[in-house]
């Protein structure tokens, strides 16, 4: 219970302190006109109440990942609360708010061009690759996760008896190896995604967002106020590997737990709203702020996982005959009740489905901006979307297990990526670059380690990784210290001491 509450009170600082420290350096003007006034389009462009923004970005950002990773995360210990709470503050709301401050201060850009002014050009056509791949993955996942959610809470046989006879025999049958039931709702959740990746923002997005909000927030007060009150009960807090088949946390942990802590799937999504965001003034609110709370939503699950099962050992159990679907079918409908499980599920529910529908819209968004495609011009989404879901339709027929596992790495490492984009964004502006630089740094030897030691990866003893993981991570450092003092400032720097010339504006940031 201690550890808990020390750990909400520590996000609730995080925010006001290093949030303000953060924000600083950045240096808002909210006289500033933003990209949704200067650019508005009707499409992708449309500046939105303050209040909707931060509900759409915190959707936007918090998938299964603050729910299923720390669930997963939880077989350490009470030690994952530390990654969940100081990862957060001093990794991962930096990171969105230098994705959504970058992409603000570059006519919203998405992330594979930030990623290009600040590295230079050939780290922007891999990063144009790398996360194409990565957010049709999510998207595809995020389509089969919330639906096998919903099939567990409302079985074929209660739907079919609600239907009919005939109704109920497709939905018990089995089509390709997978229930009907379970195709059905796959299918609803697709065309769903389809509609929300083409329609203007503000029409299906900005709208049911806030509906959504309201099923999240029965989830996470319930809960929350479950482990607070003790009818939950919350482990006490040790730095005791409590793994029940003693794998080692590091560096294993900080790739299981990503979205809550840190996640480079956030800086994909972080331009959605600097394209909505009508002041600069809320860059705080909206980008640090929604990152703290989906901290909070990881806080709660990595707490109730624990406390609900009683020890690891049987959180190892029912995590391996039923998943994290298991996990949050159980905790919710047994601490809530009935109803109020049902609707904490639907509130877990709608997290991977608010995340799949604009990991698809980044996707389109991010090709579009590659292949210079207008998208004002419905035909060019179109050419863009129907051939980026037919291979997402494909990829629900292929077996995920190890495309998961690099998932898990790939979602790091785009972490570590932009918080380095972040670090040079700083440097240009000569202010604090040692916010995005710790954690970068960090990050590198986390992301190298993990691919070093994993057995999907090169499989080599854990000392060895490690060794590799820093030595990478200081040589990152090492080049960054040595390249920043020739760094030109940035157009919008406010401590110019002389603007770039045209050359160096043309080049690369890095590659000097």
């Known amino acids: 219970m201690t550890a808990f509450i020390i750990g909400c009170a520590l996000l609730i600082a995080g925010y006001v302190v290093w949030g303000r420290i953060t924000e600083a350096a950045v240096r808002p003007e909210p006289e500033r006109p933003t990209p949704a006034l200067r650019l508005a389009d009707g499409l992708d462009y449309v500046a939105m109440p303050t209040w909707r923004v931060y509900l759409v970005q915190l959707l936007n950002i918090a998938g299964l990942g603050p729910v299923f990773g720390p669930i997963m995360g939880a077989l350490w210990g009470p030690q994952v609360f530390l990654w969940v709470v100081f990862g957060c503050i001093l990794g991962g709301a930096v990171h969105d708010l230098l994705s959504g401050a ?43 996760g919330p639906a096998l959610l919903i099939v567990q809470l409302l079985p074929a046989e209660t739907v079919g008896s609600w239907l009919g006879g005939g109704t109920a025999a497709f939905l018990g049958s089995v089509v390709a190896g997978q229930p009907a039931w379970l195709w059905v709702v796959m299918a609803a959740i697709f065309v769903y995604y389809i509609l929300a990746t083409l329609l203007p923002i503000d029409v299906i997005i900005g709208r049911l967002y806030p509906f959504f909000a309201l099923a999240l927030l029965v989830m996470v007060t319930g ?88 020890g690891t050992g049987e959180l190892g159990a029912a995590l391996a005959s039923g998943g994290p679907g298991r996990v949050v079918y159980e905790v919710c409908t047994s601490v809530m009740g009935t109803v109020g499980g049902v609707l904490a599920v639907l509130g877990v529910v709608v997290l991977p489905v608010t995340s799949g529908d604009t990991a698809f819209r980044v996707a389109r968004l991010i090709a579009a901006d590659y292949l210079k495609l207008s998208q004002r011009r419905a035909r060019n989404r179109y050419l863009i979307a129907v051939p980026m879901f037919a291979v997402a339709a494909a990829l629900n027929f292929i077996d995920f297990g190890i495309v998961w596992r690099y998932f898990g790495w790939a979602n790091q490492t785009l972490a570590a990526v932009t918080l380095w984009a972040g670090a040079v964004y700083l440097a240009r502006r000569r202010s604090r670059w040692w916010l995005a630089a710790a954690p970068a740094t960090f990050m590198t030897a986390v992301t190298t380690a993990y691919i070093m030691v994993e057995e999907a990866g090169l499989g080599l003893p854990q000392p060895t990784g490690t060794l590799i993981g820093l030595a990478v991570a200081l040589a990152a450092l090492a080049w960054f210290l040595a390249v920043r003092p020739r760094l030109p400032p940035d157009e919008d720097s406010p401590v110019l001491a002389a603007q770039p010339t045209a050359a160096e504006r043309a080049g690369d940031s890095l590659a000097c």
């Not at 891999?126 to 389509?143: D, K, M, P, R, Y």
């Not at 590091?250 to 979205?259: A, G, K, Q």
């Open 223 to 310: 809960l929350g106020a479950a482990l607070l009150s003790g009818r939950l009960p919350a482990p006490d807090f040790t730095l005791a590997n409590l793994h029940p088949a003693s794998m080692p946390a590091w560096p294993i942990i900080f790739i299981t737990v990503s979205c809550g802590a840190v996640s480079g799937f956030h800086g994909t999504q972080s331009p959605l709203m600097a394209r909505c965001l009508g002041s600069e003034r809320h860059l705080k609110v909206v980008f640090y702020g929604a990152m703290i709370a989906e901290g909070f939503i990881a806080l709660v699950w990595a707490g109730a996982a624990q406390g609900f099962y009683g």
């Open 102 to 144: 970058m992409s603000i201060r570059n006519d919203g850009a998405g992330l594979p061009d930030l990623i290009g002014r600040y590295l230079g050009r050939t780290a922007r056509h891999l990063a144009t690759a790398f996360i194409l791949v990565l957010t049709v993955l999510v998207g595809t996942v995020f389509v089969k």
